[in-house]
């Protein structure tokens, strides 16, 4: 703003001076330097009326000297500048001349008049344009300044030529000739009715707002930037129990020291230094209540809005009182919704912790469900109609009703269902209290007949319940004992014998020691794990558990309990173990098989380069061998690798006969000496496209079940055949087979015939997920005691689909480029490296992925990069690869891999990667590829 006065007072400046040069009429100066200040002043639109003032009143004060006529030549500009500033600030001039009183007016004064311009109007006329109210007032301010000479400025209204009233300011300086006579009176007239329109808009506005801010519920104060009282609402000086008089101006720090210690301070200062809404609730000690409070950040300083909270933290407080007596009572508590519309079920709002402990359901199973959930098939009709009735009603009602636990358990509460009414007279909820009295029920039919008692209580479990009178002996069991173990005529006498001779023999003494001791001892319940015997024969793992009724002495005078056969629980636990026990040997056998893969690279490439460096055939023939021992390593860590679930299907077209040959050797090592190994190749079976591995554990899997089921030895015959459009093999052994049970589970996973710890189950369901999965089928032939044949079909390749066999007697290919190869394992690097510079390549090796990309920066540029996908450190060779591909786009990386993600490496990476163990070709082949794939973008 002072560079805009600046700016003003060098265009006043300007103007002036050529006029008093010229001898200009002072009046037309001072207008047109006014003019032209508000020209200036007024970009910025926010301050224009205060600026338009200020050129008016720079105007009446340059009136105030004396005139001098100015030149002709120098008119017509002076007439347009000051027709620019009076269009600019509304302004126009005016002169009455003394004696006669003529009145000349700017053309700018007709305009704000509205009213065509004329030469002259009397002064009486003049006088006239004004508001009928406001004529004596510009009369009276006129002839005071014509008789003494004092200067007035006011604002009034004129009535303008359309009849509409407008306010302007009117402004005269009386103009004393050389002797000091007044001989006229000038000044100007400035249309202000917009200003004044936008003043009372703004004026009301603000009363507005004053009568909105002291009539909300809230308290409300303004601070400004140096945290002082701007403003307080009638609700803040009430909840503050201060008068606004006392506060305004006055910092909230020094005025209420208690804030400025806690935490209302800190939020306030993390609100303005964020420039974020602080909301927060606080118990001001010194007026004893809570406050819940929003402080707005702003411009001007913080806005805050605050209510008194105390009566609502007084009812929280009190609510979380009753909530926490509810949930600590013994008996529960449900409320439920009221239903809104006839035919509509209630909906549970809450529940206590009783009813957690008696029904098995959380408060989330149970909010917003109908109580009805809790009912089952022997919850009384009559009792829930009783129950529906009450409440529609609505009125009390109280009932004894069975209910069903989460885990199916039964139990009966007695319940009292009363209702909350609202105004209109209807309910809107319900609260129903009950105490669980199923042990109560069942001590009153105990009491009524025994018998029914025990029979209600059969009725409930699928469990063998028994009842023991310890006075006499006698033992009464339910049918389970004959449904669940087999046992058809239990004797009641002597039932105590009875049921410990049937108990395991390793079991039999600890079982009696303790079930004898329970009664003899204080305790009134007994539970104990055994093996039970079976009407077969065969024993049960069975969970016995029994309550003890004894006598107001405390001597124990009947046991009831029951007998729940868990050996499937068991079981399905050990094979669970079993399961975790299988992933943790084939996590150990996949880092087995990746290290046996680098061990084997190394040994098979060594053999692979002596079998062709050798020249004498003796030596030659031995690094043969070694190189042909070496592949069936690698065969077997494939294999390996498929039992630890890190080798995925690599289809490819195979010849079945040809790879059932080659695992003859390995076949009959694993069927012993006292299994015969017969193969029956038909040559039509032809080609099938399968993994090579996975066909051959399949085999594997299926000859040993052969052999497990011929313990006193056999023999296996593997035959192949075409059918149709397949290809069958067919594995046969003379063992003692399968009946139509054990064959109808035999693909099941984790079934198994085999005692425990001898098989896991998972063999043919592998099997069956293989042959499955490569588009084939899998049947099972056998009867007990004749033996047993799995036939395997897959479809059969055409003669057109089965590739020609590779040739492998080419000269290696090799090259002069530059490969910086990376490997952890030092045999593997020292391998590959010599190879590479067997083949001429120049070679630099790096032990991990970190001094790779330290060789690529200082030792560049190289052709490829060799790199081991597991490596030790924060970057394997996945990883390496991505940067390569970031700091070197068109350098080719080469990836190789021990493990299974040989696939999925092919899917991301641009060059084929290679599995370990790899040969001298399959290197030189790889690497020669990848070059020449991307010598064109080099």
């Not at 389970?480 to 006498?493: K, T």
């Not at 992933?583 to 040994?603: K, M, P, R, S, Y």
């Given at each position: 703003m002072r560079r805009a006065y600046a700016i003003a007072g060098t265009i006043f400046r300007f103007p002036l001076t050529g006029f008093r040069q010229c001898a200009a009429d002072r009046f037309t100066a001072g207008l047109l330097a006014g003019g032209l200040s508000a020209l200036v002043l007024a970009w910025p639109s926010k301050y224009l009326w205060l600026w338009i003032v200020g050129a008016a009143l720079f105007i009446a004060l340059r009136l105030r000297h004396g005139a001098v006529e100015p030149r002709p030549r120098d008119l017509y500009g002076n007439q347009a500048l000051l027709d620019i500033a009076g269009k600019v600030a509304k302004l126009g001039g005016w002169v009455v001349h003394l004696p006669d009183r003529r009145i000349e007016w700017s053309d700018e004064i007709w305009a704000i008049h509205e009213r065509p311009r004329g030469k002259t109007v009397t002064l009486e006329e003049g006088i006239g344009y004004f508001a009928p109210e406001w004529r004596d007032t510009i009369t009276r301010h006129f002839e005071t300044c014509v008789a003494t000479g004092l200067p007035y400025d006011i604002e009034v209204e004129i009535i303008d030529g359309a009849g509409r009233r407008k306010w302007v300011r009117a402004i005269g300086v009386a103009i004393r000739d050389d002797m000091g006579r007044i001989s006229r009176i000038q000044g100007a007239l400035q249309d202000i009715d917009e200003r004044k329109r936008l003043e009372d808009t703004a004026r009301d506005l603000e009363r507005r707002f004053a009568e909105s801010m002291e009539n909300i519920s809230d308290a409300f104060f303004q601070l400004d930037t140096d945290w002082r009282f701007t403003y307080l609402n009638h609700q803040a000086e009430r909840l503050l129990e201060r008068p606004r008089s006392t506060l305004l101006g006055r910092p909230i720090w020094q005025e209420f020291p208690e804030a400025s210690s806690g935490i209302i301070r800190q939020h306030y200062e993390r609100a303005v230094r964020e420039n974020r809404t602080a909301d927060f609730e606080v118990f001001y000690e010194s007026l004893n209540a809570w406050f819940s409070v929003t402080a707005y950040p702003g411009a001007g300083g913080l806005t805050v809005y605050f209510r008194d909270v105390t009566k609502r933290h007084a009812a929280d407080q009190h609510l979380h009182l009753l909530e926490m007596a509810i949930s600590r009572i013994e008996d529960f508590v449900i409320i439920t919704k009221a239903a809104s519309q006839p035919g509509d079920r209630q909906a549970i709002v809450y529940v206590n912790d009783a009813f957690v402990r008696i029904t098995g359901y959380s408060p989330q199973d149970a909010l917003g469900r109908s109580p009805g959930f809790l009912q089952g098939p022997r919850t009384d009709a009559e009792t829930i109609e009783k129950v529906n009735r009450g409440i529609a009603l609505p009125r009390p009602i109280r009932a004894e009703i069975l209910n069903y636990a989460r885990d199916g358990r039964e139990y009966w509460v007695d319940m009292s269902i009363a209702p909350i009414v609202g105004s209109d007279g209807g309910a809107t909820h319900f609260v129903a209290t009950g105490r669980?009295?199923?042990?109560?029920?069942?001590?009153?039919?105990?009491?009524?007949?025994?018998?029914?008692?025990?029979?209600?209580?059969?009725?409930?479990?699928?469990?063998?319940?028994?009842?023991?009178?310890?006075?006499?002996?006698?033992?009464?069991?339910?049918?389970?004992?004959?449904?669940?173990?087999?046992?058809?005529?239990?004797?009641?006498?002597?039932?105590?014998?009875?049921?410990?001779?049937?108990?395991?023999?390793?079991?039999?003494?600890?079982?009696?020691?303790?079930?004898?001791?329970?009664?003899?001892?204080?305790?009134?319940?007994?539970?104990?794990?055994?093996?039970?015997?079976?009407?077969?024969?065969?024993?049960?793992?069975?969970?016995?558990?029994?309550?003890?009724?004894?006598?107001?002495?405390?001597?124990?005078?009947?046991?009831?309990?029951?007998?729940?056969?868990?050996?499937?629980?068991?079981?399905?636990?050990?094979?669970?173990?079993?399961?975790?026990?299988?992933?943790?040997?084939?996590?150990?056998?996949?880092?087995?098989?990746?290290?046996?893969?680098?061990?084997?690279?190394?040994?098979?490439?060594?053999?692979?380069?002596?079998?062709?460096?050798?020249?004498?055939?003796?030596?030659?023939?031995?690094?043969?061998?070694n190189h042909k021992a070496s592949r069936q390593g690698a065969a077997l860590t494939r294999q390996l690798l498929t039992f630890a679930g890190r080798q995925p299907l690599e289809p490819a077209s195979l010849d079945i006969n040809t790879s059932i040959r080659a695992m003859e050797g390995l076949l009959s090592a694993a069927l012993g000496e006292t299994i015969i190994l017969h193969l029956d190749l038909d040559p039509a079976a032809g080609h099938v496209r399968a993994d090579a591995a996975q066909l051959e554990a399949s085999i594997m899997n299926l000859c040993i079940n052969a052999r497990d089921a011929m313990p006193n030895g056999g023999r296996v015959s593997i035959s192949t055949a075409r059918s149709g459009d397949d290809a069958m093999v067919r594995i046969s052994d003379d063992g003692f087979g399968m009946d139509t049970e054990t064959r109808a589970k035999a693909f099941e996973p984790f079934f198994t015939t085999k005692p425990f710890g001898k098989g896991s189950g998972l063999g043919l369901s592998m099997v069956y997920g293989f042959v499955r999965q490569s588009g084939g089928r899998i049947k099972i032939e056998s009867e007990p005691g004749k033996g047993t044949t799995v036939s395997l079909s897959f479809p059969r390749l055409a003669s057109t689909d089965t590739p020609a066999e590779p040739v492998t007697n080419r000269v290696l290919g090799g090259g002069n480029e530059r490969i910086l190869v990376v490997e952890d394992d030092p045999m593997v690097r020292d391998f590959a490296a010599g190879t590479l510079v067997s083949l001429g390549y120049s070679v630099t090796s790096a032990g991990d992925a970190t001094e790779a990309l330290r060789i690529l920066q200082t030792d560049g540029p190289f052709d490829l990069v060799f790199s081991d996908v597991v490596m030790p450190g924060p970057i394997d060779g996945r990883a390496l690869a991505n940067e390569v591909r970031t700091q070197h786009p068109n350098l080719p990386v080469v990836l190789a891999t021990g493990y299974a993600d040989i696939e999925r490496i092919g899917a991301t990476s641009r060059f084929r990667p290679l599995a370990k163990p790899y040969t001298r070709r399959q290197l030189a082949d790889a690497l020669r590829e990848a070059i020449e794939a991307s010598g064109g973008n080099r």
């Open positions: 669980d009295i199923t042990e109560k029920k069942r001590a009153a039919e105990r009491l009524a007949e025994s018998e029914e008692r025990f029979s209600i209580v059969a009725m409930m479990t699928t469990d063998a319940i028994w009842d023991w009178d310890i006075a006499t002996g006698r033992v009464q069991w339910n049918s389970n004992i004959a449904s669940v173990f087999g046992h058809d005529d239990v004797p009641v006498e002597d039932g105590f014998r009875e049921w410990e001779s049937r108990i395991h023999p390793d079991d039999r003494e600890r079982v009696a020691s303790s079930v004898l001791a329970a009664v003899d001892g204080a305790v009134d319940t007994w539970l104990e794990e055994y093996r039970f015997r079976r009407g077969t024969g065969t024993y049960a793992e069975v969970l016995d558990q029994g309550h003890i009724i004894r006598n107001a002495a405390g001597a124990a005078t009947r046991m009831v309990g029951g007998v729940r056969d868990i050996t499937e629980t068991r079981l399905n636990e050990a094979k669970r173990l079993q399961a975790q026990r299988l992933e943790a040997i084939g996590q150990l056998t996949g880092g087995v098989a990746h290290d046996f893969n680098n061990l084997l690279t190394v040994i098979m490439g060594t053999a692979e380069t002596l079998a062709d460096e050798i020249a004498d055939p003796r030596l030659s023939a031995i690094a043969q061998l």
